[in-house]
């Protein structure tokens, strides 16, 4: 399906993503004097200054992290000297050794990485992941019993056990030795263990306060290591899953997280596990494809690695990460973990393709669960504007793959989202994300006494609760909401580093940006924006992407540059002159090297106010066209009037509401009088409406040209 260009747009209403665009503002006398002591360009120098860096020095250490000084972990963790004396005299003495990790990514490699490290240095060791589908998160007294019933002497939590204060207090009582790994908030009181070692025990200012679950087994690994005398050979493996887990786990990407996933980018292409070389060449690094070719062969057209030399945090986060996340979402645990501790390449390759298989799986159930929800939510009338937030509960949906599924609900509507499914006929179990200006954990405990169990932090959380207090919570968190949210907030929040034209889009920018990388979260990918671009071709491919050809003119002949929107079809065709905002991303293929932009944002050119509505009709202002027309089983009449000067259009329903809509705008007014009016959000869910008015008054004119 292949859309040219013509001076007439397509006869349809469209809307463009509803969005709000904060540009950082540019600090070109700062930039420049970077840029001098840099030798960065002045753009690239800009985005320096948007991460907080002020001085030369600062710079320094963000562009080589290894410059930097880093204090022993002994000294900043308080516990980590017990921590490593309690595992030598385990290790010393041959007492067992158990290990209780967790299903997420994080969890597992950090199990992992605890596994290889301590049967390395001689320890009996073995594990246990509590069920996800039964127990769900952290260590329990199951676990615990079972532990000493198998003779374990020395329990050690990763990724967990920091507010299990009761099943390591049942440890303890047994005369268990208990050392707490985690990296989640600290609760009101800490559990009874022999040692805590928690990254958020430590002063912010340490370098180590970013750590993941998997960073404090690594950091509590290499001290052990180091201890013993037995460190050669050990670095390098641990350092690879260190990698893996950290950027699957969203964790920031500054501090030492930013110094070894950097190091460990670089080694994992050569990596000498079996189960990382597995893991790579089922995820498809073995040939490279064009965007294109991506498109059109995958749901995820992220999940091929374009260039198997140079990993960046993308190919993780997007390609390797899933496929471990997604066992410990819809399958068990002990495939990744023998992943990533077996030698074997033959047993490697084949835990690598049950992860690629239940991936699949995973992708399948996100597609359905995501289709299924926004057509309930279209069909149920909702108005966001009103609720501000979005709760949407099924029967029959995998809560282990529905917390994906709200963040992509969030994408798509701006609002907060409380997605769930019944576990039983009167059980409800649920996952939560959140937008900026939200807080999830607060929002559950504004509801506490709805909810069973509750979890989480601003930005995500989890919920169970009696299925006869869904309309309650509904209710509840509608008014946290509105006590939280203005309208505004109400839009996809887009941060923009600099303004770029497109002859300055080349392998050289891309190369400088280098500098920036590992990005990941607190350190985001670089996001450009170019006003007034015309859209010269555009067409669809593989499942609902857009590739467009895009030009600028320069002052001497247009400038012309390939771009991708992944999952854009409700967009498409876009207009023929907009504002773009995208990311740069390197494209090889056949050999040959190019850059393209992977488009985040459009708007109109100059118009600030997004998601807006436009139509070639409302240039018939004057020719009196009226319709009538049924949507969604209601009645309504439409037609297009002139106010003032401004063309409008506007829709009566049988009450006498009168929604009237101008050109270019992304809101509109909603009353029985103009002087009472309300101002609304055109996006939602008005704009279904509002194509359905255009549909009629179409036919109308169409009819009365043939006449």
Not at 544 to 572: C, E, S
Not at 624 to 636: E, G
Not at 653 to 675: C, D, H, I, M
Request: aromatic share 6%.
């Amino acid at each position: 399906m292949l859309y040219q260009l013509t001076p007439e747009l397509p006869r349809r209403a469209q809307r463009l993503p509803n969005q709000r665009w904060q540009i950082y503002p540019a600090q070109t006398e700062l930039a420049t004097q970077l840029a001098e002591a840099t030798q960065l360009s002045p753009i690239v120098s800009q985005l320096l200054v948007n991460r907080g860096i002020q001085t030369l020095e600062q710079a320094q250490v963000f562009i080589e992290p290894e410059a930097q000084v880093l204090p022993s972990p002994l000294e900043e963790f308080p516990d980590l000297a017990h921590s490593v004396e309690l595992l030598q005299k385990a290790i010393a003495s041959q007492h067992k050794i158990a290990i209780c990790g967790d299903y997420d990514a994080d969890g597992m490699t950090s199990t992992a990485l605890l596994l290889r490290s301590l049967r390395w240095l001689g320890a009996q060791v073995d594990y246990a992941i509590p069920s996800r589908m039964h127990e769900g998160y952290g260590i329990n007294q199951r676990i615990v019993e079972e532990f000493h019933r198998e003779g374990v002497e020395l329990i050690l939590t990763v990724d967990n056990g920091i507010s299990a204060f009761e099943p390591i207090a049942r440890a303890r009582e047994l005369g268990l030795k208990v050392i707490v790994t985690d990296h989640h908030d600290i609760p009101q009181r800490l559990p009874p263990a022999d040692a805590i070692l928690n990254p958020k025990l430590i002063p912010e200012s340490s370098p180590y306060r970013g750590v993941a679950g998997v960073g404090v087994a690594y950091i509590l690994a290499v001290s052990l290591a180091q201890q013993l005398g037995q460190i050669k050979g050990l670095v390098k493996p641990l350092l690879e899953l260190f990698t893996l887990g950290t950027i699957a786990d969203l964790a920031p990407l500054t501090g030492v997280n930013r110094r070894w996933v950097k190091r460990g980018l670089r080694q994992l292409p050569q990596s000498q596990l079996a189960g990382v070389q597995a893991l790579i060449q089922v995820a498809g690094v073995q040939g490279s494809s064009s965007v294109e070719e991506q498109g059109k062969q995958n749901s995820n057209p992220k999940s091929k690695i374009q260039n198997p030399k140079s990993l960046k945090p993308d190919d993780i986060g997007f390609r390797l990460g899933p496929r471990i996340n997604a066992v410990g979402r819809l399958a068990d645990p002990q495939i990744v973990i023998e992943l990533l501790t077996t030698d074997d390449m033959g047993l490697a390759l084949e835990r690598a393709m049950q992860c690629e298989q239940i991936n699949q799986h995973r992708q399948q159930l996100c597609e359905q669960i995501e289709q299924e929800a926004i057509a309930y939510f279209e069909q149920s009338q909702l108005d966001l504007q009103q609720e501000r937030v979005l709760l949407i509960v099924q029967p029959n949906w995998h809560h282990g793959v529905i917390g994906i599924v709200a963040s992509r609900l969030v994408e798509r509507y701006g609002v907060p989202v409380f997605i769930g499914t019944y576990e039983d006929q009167h059980h409800i179990r649920g996952s939560a994300r959140g937008i900026p200006e939200f807080h999830v954990f607060e929002a559950l405990e504004f509801c506490h006494d709805l909810l069973g169990k509750f979890g989480g932090h601003k930005a995500a959380g989890g919920f169970s609760l009696p299925a006869e207090n869904l309309d309650a919570l509904r209710s509840r968190l509608s008014q946290f909401a509105n006590r939280m949210l203005k309208p505004e907030h109400l839009k996809p929040l887009i941060k923009i580093d600099a303004q770029a034209n497109l002859h300055q889009i080349d392998l050289q920018l891309y190369k400088q940006l280098d500098a920036l990388h590992p990005c990941g979260i607190e350190n985001p990918d670089p996001l450009f924006w170019t006003p007034n671009v015309q859209v010269v071709e555009q067409q669809i491919v593989g499942k609902g992407h857009i590739k467009l050809t895009v030009a600028q003119d320069n002052g001497t002949q247009p400038v012309k540059i390939k771009a991708m929107a992944w999952r854009w079809r409700d967009y498409f065709p876009l207009p023929p002159r907009v504002d773009l905002a995208y990311r740069l991303r390197e494209n090889t293929w056949n050999g040959s090297t190019t850059i393209e932009l992977e488009l985040l944002g459009v708007r109109l050119p100059g118009d600030s106010s997004l998601g807006a509505i436009f139509h070639p009709l409302f240039q018939s202002a004057g020719l009196s066209l009226k319709a009538q027309f049924h949507h969604q089983q209601r009645c309504y009449t439409c037609g297009i009037f002139q106010n003032n000067s401004a063309p409008e259009l506007r829709i009566r329903n049988s009450q006498g509401q009168v929604l009237a809509v101008q050109p270019g705008k992304s809101t509109g007014f909603l009353g029985t009088k103009r002087e009472d009016a309300k101002e609304v959000d055109l996006s939602q869910p008005f704009h279904n409406l509002i194509q359905a008015a255009f549909n009629a008054l179409e036919t109308v004119e169409k009819t009365t040209s043939n006449l």
